[in-house]
């Protein structure tokens, strides 16, 4: 057997932060949101493990708004749960406690968010953008919970479909769920 170390020939791509990499995932979750009007995604990490995700989206087995229209009541749509409050029910849903966890949310908590996030136990609250008419940050502060807001992460996904010919092939083959059937891979 031949071992040998092979150094990258180019320097590697800038790794993101922990928090640039799960504020990305949420990103990636609001694109699941089935609301019109906004489109949001929720993390819940504790010690760098992803414990649950949420993206605002109807009741399980409901009408979505996408299809069925919003049900908008004093200019807020109501169908939907928000993507914290989906987060948190997914979590309920397979027994995992959310104390002393982070959450990674695309925008600023609603108030009752915010509440419903700081009574599951959620300690530490990392945003990219912020949400009007909302008192999140007097509940954040009153119950010590800590609001860190980031820059927005960069928008792309970086996979580098050229250099790893398995992404190649796995892009030429046929999937499942292709809106359009792709070509034969090529022999
Ligand atoms: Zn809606
Ligand atoms: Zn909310």
């Known amino acids: 057997m031949n071992i040998d170390i092979v150094k990258p020939a180019e320097p590697p791509a800038r790794r993101p932060t922990w928090d640039e990499y799960f504020l990305k ?20 990490v504790r010690d760098r493990y992803v414990l649950s995700t949420g993206y605002n989206g109807s009741l399980p087995g409901t009408p979505h708004c996408t299809t ?4 908008v009541v004093n200019n807020h749509c109501v169908r939907t749960n928000h993507a914290e409050i989906n987060a ?20 600023m908590p609603c108030t009752h968010c ?23 940050e007097r509940f954040f ?9 980031h820059h927005i ?31 034969p891979a090529e022999r």
């Open 25 to 44: 995932l949420a990103m990636l979750a609001s694109e699941r949101a089935t609301c019109p009007r906004m489109h949001c995604g929720c993390v819940l």
């Open 68 to 71: 069925h229209g919003c049900l």
């Open 88 to 107: 948190i029910c997914q979590a309920t849903r397979h027994g995992i406690t959310l104390t002393g966890g982070t959450a990674y949310v695309t925008n």
């Open 114 to 136: 915010a509440k419903a996030l700081i009574a599951a136990g959620i300690v530490r609250v990392v945003i990219f953008s912020d949400y009007h008419d909302t008192l999140a």
């Open 141 to 149: 502060q009153e119950a010590g919970v800590e609001l860190e807001r």
């Open 153 to 183: 992460p960069d928008l792309t996904i970086h996979y580098d479909l050229a250099k790893y010919s398995s992404a190649v092939a796995a892009a030429r083959r046929p999937c499942a769920d292709s809106p359009e059937p792709s070509p």
